[in-house]
């Protein structure tokens, strides 16, 4: 299987280096990073980032908290649908959506598709649906972005071994190459994506850390911006952490099986595109 590795959108907090560890200005850059892979049964797309509604109308659709204390950078040529038609496929061709979770950075784009089934874990949809109480709760799911979709699959916590993780593998419809790895703490549902492909698995962490410091075998390191905003986001630390942990140790153990990568740190998207 190939697998594309797409920015749909950027986020450019005022701090620069202070969140991505790198820039020489003002501003940061903060990926939303998106995975399209080819199957023999169609496209499966991880992850959409900001859609075409996002780009066009914002608000109300997007809190406008978040649209200041990020930065947003709304174009129509980051999102996923632009994106696909540019590698030459059509939307429709997307057969599936598999989210990490159900963050407004994360689910923008299901609507773009609307043809194309998608799965998340079976708690994020609760939390997102049933239980957005609260100053963030309210502000990080937008159920405008997901009120279209229709053909949903959600999926309970409990799955096979893999490299120390319990893995839900028969995501319906999907081959068995593709699984989801719950990893909550940063939403109450949030999961990794698990693609083997010919060069072996590919770890999507989504949001279960932000920065690649935080995966450094010896002393984690993250940027003061990306800590505090992890802290804000966070439902449950002690979980968020322990999982962080385990990923650390996955890549100390399995490195040269396993290669991990988050949703937000550009240079490890770049270093993904690379290899793709």
């Known amino acids: 299987m190939r697998i594309h590795y797409l920015r749909c959108g950027t986020d450019c907090p005022l701090g620069g280096a202070l969140f991505d560890g790198f820039s020489k200005g ?19 797309l991880i992850d959409t980032g900001y859609g075409m509604a996002d780009v066009r109308h914002p608000h109300p659709r997007l809190s406008k908290f978040f649209h200041a204390l990020l930065n947003i950078r709304f174009r129509e040529e980051d999102t996923a649908i632009h994106q696909v038609k540019a590698l030459g496929f059509s939307p429709a061709d997307v057969r599936h959506i598999v989210l990490t979770h159900l963050d407004f950075d994360h689910a923008g784009g299901l609507e773009d598709f609307p043809h194309a089934r998608v799965h998340v874990m079976e708690r994020e949809r609760d939390a997102a649906e049933r239980k957005r109480q609260g100053f963030i ?11 279209g979709v229709r053909d949903w699959r959600t999926y309970g916590g ?24 719950p990893l909550p703490g940063h939403t109450w549902g949030h999961a990794g994506v698990a693609v083997q492909s010919g060069a072996g698995w590919v770890l999507n962490a989504g949001d279960a850390y932000f920065y690649r ?27 968020r952490m322990t999982n962080q942990q385990r990923l650390r140790e996955l890549k100390r153990e399995h490195g040269g099986e396993v290669r991990i990568f988050c949703s937000h740190d550009q240079k490890e998207l770049e270093a993904m595109q690379r290899l793709g």
């Open 158 to 181: 409990a799955g096979e071994p893999w490299f120390g993780f319990d893995a839900v593998r028969s995501l319906d419809g999907l081959p068995p190459e593709i699984l989801m790895v």
């Open 137 to 147: 709760a309210r502000r990080r799911y937008r159920p405008a972005q997901w009120d």
């Open 26 to 44: 003002p501003l940061g850059l903060i990926p939303c990073t998106a995975q399209l892979v080819e199957t023999n049964d169609g496209l499966v």
């Open 213 to 239: 410091g935080e995966m450094r075998p010896g002393r984690r390191r993250c940027t003061p911006g990306l800590r505090f905003y992890q802290t804000m986001m966070e439902v449950d630390r002690g979980q």
